[in-house]
């Protein structure tokens, strides 16, 4: 069987998805502890909030802003044909702000951070030293952090987008004047009521975890003194992680249209 073959049947294995959700557990009461963060583990976080957030901030917000541009332009362009352009603003922040960019963000980071994850797991599993430190050691010292630091990204890059989104709504539509701001004002409030902004800060904070443990967690099948595992672990937590933004926001959808 191929690595891509094997790392597409971690997707079926019961097994491996209780390990990841055991692991999260763990991962999530740990990250949550003040005592976890000593000075190194403060320094691993930080380390990973910068090359995860801050290193990648001029591409992401170009990449966003571009993401904006274009299906503001596409949705107006599509209003005004079918005779609703007075709803065209809602339905621009409704797919972009709640739906588009919480996903993509979520892809951003595991395709720039979940990889890098999983792959230096996999070899602290391949090597041994998960083993030969006690699953403590490791966990808090470096996995934590870095799952911190991965799901504090998430979330400040989704929050930066929908930023970004919003104030080229406002743009696109009213122009560099503040004249429709009470109307925008009045569509934003509508859009982002109660159990939109519940539903959708819930949904943000699934993506920050899936994309922070899942990796990791797969990563520790890799087997002990086999290099030839760590392909396919670090794929598999790949599938497993773009498999479960899949699921998380096809949910969200459900619920919020059910």
């Not at 049947?9 to 999260?24: E, I």
């Not at 819930?202 to 443990?213: D, P, R, S, T």
Request: glycine content about 8%; aromatic content about 10%; proline content about 3%.
């Amino acid at each position: 069987m191929n690595d891509a073959r094997f790392a597409g049947a971690f997707l079926f294995r019961p097994r491996s998805w209780r390990r990841v959700l055991r692991f999260g557990g763990v991962a999530i009461v740990a990250a949550i502890s003040p005592s976890t963060y000593n000075a190194q583990a403060r320094e691993v976080a930080v380390r990973q909030i910068y090359y995860t957030a801050w290193q990648v901030l001029p591409g992401y917000c170009a990449a966003a802003a571009l993401l904006s541009l274009f299906l503001i332009e596409l949705v107006a362009q599509f209003a005004h044909k079918y005779g609703i352009s007075a709803y065209s603003l809602e339905l621009v922040l409704n797919v972009l702000v709640l739906e588009l960019v919480p996903v993509l963000t979520a892809l951003f980071v595991a395709l720039r951070s979940g990889a890098a994850i999983g792959a230096e797991v996999a070899l602290l599993a391949v090597s041994g030293e998960m083993e030969e430190a006690g699953a403590s050691n490791p966990l808090h010292a470096e996995l934590v952090p870095r799952i911190a630091g991965a799901a504090l990204s998430v979330a400040s890059l989704t929050t930066l987008g929908c930023l970004v989104a919003v104030v080229l709504c406002y743009t696109s539509f009213y122009g560099f004047n503040n004249a429709g701001a009470a109307e925008f004002t009045r569509i934003v409030a509508n859009v982002f009521g109660g159990p939109e902004l519940a539903s959708f800060l819930f949904k943000c904070l699934l993506f920050g975890l899936a994309v922070a443990i899942i990796p990791a967690a797969t990563a520790l099948e890799a087997e002990r003194g086999v290099m030839r595992s760590l392909p396919a672990v670090v794929l598999g937590g790949l599938v497993k992680l773009f498999f479960a933004i899949l699921v998380i926001e096809t949910a969200a959808l459900v619920v919020k249209y059910a």
